[in-house]
């Protein structure tokens, strides 16, 4: 079975520093997309970042980044400037890939910021 | 533009007891996707519905059910509630149905599900 692995429980960041959270995924796919959501104590997921596999070009919007490691499976979030906004849970997501749509989530990644 | 609505925002039931649970989409969407979310399991597919047709269904047992009407509105049904079933459902809703390099999916605030 697909999964998806983020390995990191907790982080926490300074504010206005930069904070990397690590994602691995397995999928036997070659075309696929990789999401980061995040989901804040409202609970509503909110889409942050997507990356789209078959681009070599990591995927940014704002003071959000990725670094995709294809070979690797590696798809790393880098927040730049982190605001107190950011504290949230960030879940890294995959499709299973094949016929069966949606996503698979990881286990989530809870930022705190510090002023 | 109003996001996804999710009703009610929170539910209290008995073992045993059956729940409905309603999702509506964003205008023009015609994909909903339901998931589970707790602790331990994290967050869980259930089902996707599109054009009133289920499309996926996640391992989840029979007693999760749903269903989507003309509008595209959204009911997902848990009978004969366990404890276990006690999480946080969030649905999310799509232009059309999954795939992935046309689909951002805008989730709704959840409902949370609680069985004593």
């Known amino acids: 079975a697909q999964t998806v692995t983020q390995s990191q429980p907790e982080m926490s960041v300074q504010e206005a520093e930069t904070v990397t959270l690590s994602c691995t995924y397995d999928t036997s796919e070659s075309d696929y997309y990789l999401f980061w959501y995040k989901q804040p104590p409202s609970r509503q997921m909110i889409l942050v970042i997507r990356q789209e596999a078959y681009k070599q070009q990591n995927a940014t919007e704002n003071r959000f980044s990725v670094n995709f490691q294809k070979a690797a499976k590696s798809f790393s979030l880098k927040i730049s400037d982190s605001q107190l906004g950011d504290a949230a849970m960030y879940f890294c997501?995959?499709?299973?890939?094949?016929?069966?749509?949606?996503?698979?989530f990881g286990k989530g990644t809870k930022l705190s910021v510090k002023p | 533009k109003a996001g996804v609505t999710q009703t009610p925002r929170y539910l209290i039931k008995t073992r045993g007891q059956q729940v409905t649970l309603s999702c509506s989409p964003i205008s023009g969407h015609r994909s909903v996707s339901w998931y589970q979310q707790t602790p331990g399991q994290g967050l869980q597919f259930l089902f996707e519905y599109f054009s009133e047709t289920q499309r996926n269904k996640g391992n989840f047992p029979g007693r999760f059910s749903g269903r989507q009407f003309s509008n595209s509105r959204s009911e997902m049904n848990v009978s004969t509630l366990e404890l276990g079933d006690s999480a946080l459902y969030l649905c999310?809703?799509?232009?059309?149905?999954?795939?992935?390099?046309?689909?951002?999916?805008?989730f709704g605030q959840g409902t949370r599900l609680t069985v004593v």
């Open positions: 997501a995959s499709p299973p890939g094949g016929s069966q749509g949606n996503l698979i």
């Open positions: 999310a809703s799509s232009v059309n149905f999954w795939r992935a390099e046309n689909t951002e999916a805008f």
